[in-house]
Structures are given as structure tokens and as C-alpha cells.
């Protein structure tokens, strides 16, 4: 009869710990942390005139430009934010609100300009 009440009370132990320790985690809610996702990292050398166009979805994005030898334009299409000046460096974000596209463009000199090397980075950054 020992051994018997000895079980019951090591079950009864054994019961109460896990639900001690167990339902406080069980309770609480899992958050889930975002990350930005990277979804273009490019090299790319463009011909004077010659453009690059990026389709992207709608949402936030990080964009982060350099140009060598020469300069770059940058064009939000589908979305309120401006086009940049000509540039060698640039790092913007821009809320795309529907489906668009990010055009890198070498500007033209009537097909007299140098041929560019661009960095380009484009980063979506997730919802706040």
C-alpha cells in the first residue's frame, strides 16, 4: 500500500510542476520579430542612356546607390517620391502604395557620356 500512495504522490508531483512551469509559457503570446529582406544587391555598368528597371510590390523600401565614373538618376515609378538630381551616391526609402518600379538611369549625352558603374541595393523594410 506504501508503494501505491507513492506513486499517486510522485504522479501528483510530477502533474503539478508541469503545469506550474508549462501554462505561464503556453500562455503567452509568440511575436514574431521582421526582418528587411535584401532584394536586390547589383553591379551593373550602363551605357550612356542606358537604364535598369527593378519591378517591386507595393511596400517600403531602402535604396542605396553609388556610381563611378560618372553620374546616376533614380525613378520611383508608381509612387509619390521623387526623382533624384544626377548623383554618385544616394540613399533613399520610398513607399511604394501599389505595384511599381525603380529605374536607375545613366543619363544621356547624346551618346557622347561614359559608360557608368553602379551599386545598387534595395532593401523592402518591414511593417512598423
Not at 535604396?63 to 565614373?69: A, F, H, R, V
Not at 515609378?77 to 505595384?99: F, H, I, N, R, Y
Request: charged share 20%; with cysteine.
Amino acid at each position: 500500500m506504501t508503494s501505491k500512495r507513492n506513486t499517486v504522490n510522485i504522479l501528483a508531483m510530477i502533474t503539478f510542476v508541469c503545469l506550474a512551469s508549462c501554462s505561464e509559457k503556453e500562455a503567452q503570446p509568440i511575436v514574431k520579430k521582421l526582418e528587411p529582406i535584401v532584394v536586390a544587391d547589383d553591379f551593373r555598368n550602363l551605357k550612356d542612356g542606358e537604364q535598369i528597371a527593378y519591378r517591386l510590390t507595393s511596400g517600403t523600401y531602402k535604396m542605396e546607390l553609388t556610381s563611378g565614373n560618372g553620374t546616376a538618376v533614380v525613378e520611383w515609378v508608381g509612387a509619390p517620391c521623387p526623382k533624384s538630381t544626377e548623383v554618385t551616391a544616394l540613399q533613399t526609402m520610398c513607399e511604394l502604395v501599389q505595384d511599381g518600379q525603380l529605374l536607375v538611369t545613366n543619363p544621356t549625352s547624346f551618346g557622347n557620356g561614359p559608360t557608368i558603374s553602379v551599386t545598387i541595393k534595395i532593401t523592402r523594410m518591414p511593417h512598423a
